[in-house]
């Protein structure tokens, strides 16, 4: 374990954190989209913002010079960089690669401020506390479906000998030795997985994990660690065995493309009838939604890293339960929605994973569509057509779920609060506009 980082305060050259929406100009972005174009073309998927987010917390494990390449710029990678510089690492975020210098540490403290933009940021816990026995982050707040909570990121903590208090809003863990344990997630987590994952490479002894998350980003994240050094046993499994290591290179690695990104053009290109062909993505991390579109009509090829699809003329309604990896994700609940919504029948949609994250229902209301909800089932009666209006974003997917059910409402539609879309997609409204859709970027 390196010495706890000094109290030197952090020289700061830029003016202390305040929350984007009170600096950043570009929060009063909104787009203004013109429906009733089939998308054509080809689209390159970038790198997943669900797999760079723990990799980049993972550079904590290690002093030295870390190398990302792939890590797609938006708003939430940023936020991490900003985490990682407040904690004194060195970061170069650029188009190609993502150098992080994680030498020097010289904070233990991940605040608010930052921490209440993305939930992501309590990744930095578990390596602040493998490599100092030390760390004060502060507690994420909710999100903008409902509460989001950490208990099994505490309680497996825990389980590996962090005596961890709350102390004001703040996860506080002082003089802490992890020592391996045995824990069972009762509920799966992905964020907890890479959690106790990334704590368990560097504490004393062997951590059994039983019931992780199979998600790629949980694979990928294992097999980074392994190429450090790192001995993990089981990726891929429900069962991860840990052996603690002392020490680990600095992670030299790239990013794979996301698969949430692809699955949103592959719902833009059947919702609009078009026909894209999605370069940079992998079939096999998208299986269930790829059954689902096909279900709705749409031909899909796919190769070992392409994928072509072909929409309908009108999407036939389906029905989809969301569920852990390899399951439909309810990342992509919102999108399938607003396909859904314009489909030839009934859908019943369900969200096992969030029950509440339905924010988008009332927005997609406003554009025609049809939507009851019964709890965290959805009943989505299809429409011939869906008509422009003005709309707001409400999250990540939320807006994803606007944007394509614009992609074909008749007239226009501006969707405001776009920063929502721009957390966790790289240039969307570019891309789709390479694709043949009528879409206006402007400052409200
Ligand atoms: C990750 O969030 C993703 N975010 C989410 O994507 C995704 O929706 C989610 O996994 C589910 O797949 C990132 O990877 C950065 P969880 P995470 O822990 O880790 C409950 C997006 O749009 N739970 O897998 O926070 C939780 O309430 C984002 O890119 C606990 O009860 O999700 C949920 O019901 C949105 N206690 C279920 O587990 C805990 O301590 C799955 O959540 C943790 C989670």
């Known amino acids: ?182 824990f069972n997630f009762d509920v799966v987590s992905v964020g907890a997985t890479a959690q106790l994952m990334m704590a368990a490479v560097r504490a004393t002894g062997r951590t059994v994990l039983d019931n992780v998350a199979l998600e790629p980003d949980i694979t990928v994240l294992g097999d980074v660690l392994n190429r450090c050094g790192a001995r993990i046993s089981g990726l891929g499994t429900r069962r991860l065995v840990i052996e603690g290591v002392r020490e680990l290179e600095p992670i030299d690695t790239t990013i794979i493309p996301d698969r949430i990104e692809a699955q949103t053009f592959l719902a833009a290109a059947a919702i609009t009838g078009g026909s894209i062909t999605l370069e940079s993505c992998d079939p096999g991390d998208m299986a269930a939604a790829i059954q689902k579109l096909e279900e709705t009509g749409c031909e899909i090829l796919a190769d070992a890293n392409e994928v072509t699809i072909t929409g309908p003329r009108r999407p036939h309604a389906v029905d ?17 929605m607003a396909l859904c919504s314009v489909a030839d029948g009934t859908s019943v949609i369900t969200d096992t994973i969030y029950l509440d994250r339905f924010t988008h229902v009332p927005e997609l209301g406003r554009l025609g569509a049809r939507i009851e909800l019964k709890g965290n089932t959805a009943v989505v009666r299809g429409v011939e057509r869906l008509s422009g209006a003005p709309v707001m974003a409400t999250d990540i997917r939320a807006s994803a779920a606007l944007v394509l059910a614009a992609l074909i409402a008749e007239g226009e539609t501006r969707i405001s609060r776009i920063y929502h879309l721009d957390r966790g997609y790289e240039a969307l409204d570019q891309k789709l506009i390479k694709l043949g859709a009528s879409i206006e970027r402007i400052r409200e």
């Open 1 to 182: 374990m390196d010495a706890a980082p000094g109290t030197r305060h952090h020289t700061r050259t830029r003016p202390p954190e305040t929350p984007p929406e009170a600096t950043d100009p570009a929060i009063m972005d909104a787009l203004v989209i013109r429906g009733g174009k089939p998308l054509q073309g080809r689209v390159l998927i970038s790198g997943a913002k669900n797999a760079a987010l723990p990799v980049m917390a993972a550079t904590l494990l290690t002093p030295g010079v870390h190398t990302l390449r792939n890590v797609p710029l938006l708003r939430d990678t940023r936020t991490m960089a900003d985490v990682l510089e407040k904690l004194g690492a060195r970061i170069e975020l650029g188009a190609r690669a993502c150098r992080i210098d994680t030498t020097n540490i010289t904070s233990v403290e991940a605040p608010y401020d930052l921490v209440r933009t993305m939930r992501a940021s309590i990744y930095v816990l578990g390596p602040l506390l493998a490599r100092y026995g030390n760390a004060r982050v502060s507690l994420p707040g909710g999100c903008a479906w409902g509460p989001r909570p950490v208990n099994l990121h505490l309680e497996g903590l825990k389980a590996m000998g962090a005596a961890l208090e709350i102390d004001h809003g703040y996860i506080v863990g002082r003089e802490v030795r992890l020592k391996g344990a045995s």
């Open 320 to 336: 989809v339960t969301t569920a852990p990896f390899p399951g439909f994700p309810t990342d992509m609940q919102a999108q399938m």
